[in-house]
């Protein structure tokens, strides 16, 4: 059955509408479930699929958490007012820890990495490969964990979601991108003076991450402070850094 659920999370979108936005596909997904458990009682299957057809959102690849959950909650026979309760409980912060952490930080940070590649010369072909392999690692585990966590502590799931620490996450790669923004504008910095046919040594690159992301990490976490110097200091640094990469390399 987890396998079954697994597969199935995957259209969570698939029956996506104004009305109830996510609720008709996690239906979707916990109609196996519901059908087994409430199969010989017509009355109790169709007050099943009322409660689950009703308005509901989260981000798609934490929505394991709540159907893990949910399930359990079925099988275990909780209350309707309590599997509803959860149902309004949990959709908030699953669409609010996802948002933040695929669409503003993971999936941003691996475009970068996957572009800073190609800078590098890797090929187009293994640009893409290198993108899907490295952003779906994250999504298809994630996905996985958020099913058999929920499935494993049912109502106390908000215990799973707090032990995966999105935020934490979340800032770390937000950092991480950072460094890859000064990396990219470093190369792209470095052809502009010299010309696109320049190769850019280790050493060089290694210099111009560091720095570059330094100082687009100082831009903003203290905006105010040097709001002002921030354009003038973009271009006496990469300056530096270049003839430092030069002499080094």
């Known amino acids: ?145 958020s099913l058999r966590t929920g499935l494993e502590q049912g109502r106390g799931v908000a215990r799973g979601i707090s032990a995966l620490n999105l935020p934490r996450w979340t800032e770390r790669v937000a950092a991480c991108g950072v460094v890859l923004v000064g990396f990219v504008f470093g190369i792209v910095f470095t052809r502009a003076l010299v010309g696109p046919a320049l190769g850019i040594p280790p050493v060089r690159a290694v210099v111009l991450a560091v720095g570059g992301g330094a100082l687009f990490m100082v831009g903003i976490l203290r905006p105010r402070a040097r709001a002002g110097r921030i354009p003038a200091m973009i271009l006496l640094v990469f300056v530096g850094l270049f003839l430092l990469g030069g002499w080094l390399s």
Do not use: C
Request: net charge positive; glycine share 10%; aromatic share 14%.
């Open 1 to 145: 059955m987890k396998g079954r659920l697994f597969i199935r999370l995957f259209f969570v979108q698939a029956l996506w509408n104004y009305r109830s936005l996510l609720g008709a596909g996690l239906l979707w997904i916990l109609l196996p479930v519901l059908r087994r458990e409430y199969g010989g009682d017509a009355a109790s299957l169709e007050e099943a699929l009322a409660r689950h057809r009703r308005f509901f959102n989260a981000h798609p690849y934490l929505a394991g958490f709540a159907v893990g959950a949910l399930a359990r909650m079925e099988q275990d026979r909780e209350s309707a007012e309590l599997i509803h309760r959860l149902r309004e409980v949990i959709r908030g912060p699953l669409g609010s820890l996802g948002d933040r952490f695929f669409w503003a930080a993971w999936l941003p940070t691996t475009v970068l990495l996957a572009g800073a590649a190609g800078l590098m010369g890797l090929p187009g072909w293994a640009v893409v490969i290198l993108f899907l392999l490295t952003y779906n690692a994250v999504h298809l585990s994630v996905r996985w964990w």
